[in-house]
């Protein structure tokens, strides 16, 4: 794991996804996994592709494989292979994928309606983080 600059702020990366959404998108396909007691959740990034994701609730297990640039807990990271990373709760990544890679989180829960799930697991930028949910 290659640390390439300081942690960017929460409003760096929301603004890096208000350009991002301004841009053409690239077709990034999603497979959904349910599991007892757990969702998967994997999406295939294209070379060359940036992602910025949404924030999660909860702390949960996002797996790499590939060769991206990513946000973590302790900032940029350029990561190749296959890399399991800790996400806590309230984290806004965004990924560049140099070649394709995937990503997948792993949340648990026994829910398989994905209506239910993103309002289960997904928080909206603007909401705080619970102190109950802080790592």
Not at 39 to 60: D, Q
Not at 62 to 71: E, F, K, P, Q, S
Not at 98 to 125: F, G, K, N, Q, W
């Amino acid at each position: 794991m290659t640390s390439l600059v300081s942690q960017p702020s929460l409003s760096d990366i929301l603004r890096l996804q208000e350009l991002c959404e301004q841009m053409p998108q690239a077709e990034m396909p999603v497979e959904h996994v349910f599991l007892p007691g757990q969702y998967l959740r994997k999406m295939s990034m294209p070379a060359h592709s940036l992602v910025v994701g949404k924030r999660h609730r909860y702390r949960h297990a996002l797996i790499v494989t590939g060769h991206v640039t990513v946000r973590t807990a302790d900032g940029m990271h350029e990561l190749q292979g296959t890399h399991i990373i800790d996400s806590p709760a309230g984290m806004k990544r965004a990924i560049y994928a140099h070649s394709p890679s995937e990503l997948v989180t792993v949340h648990l829960t026994d829910e398989t309606d994905l209506d239910r799930i993103e309002a289960l697991v997904i928080m909206p930028d603007d909401e705080p983080l619970a102190l109950e949910n802080q790592p």
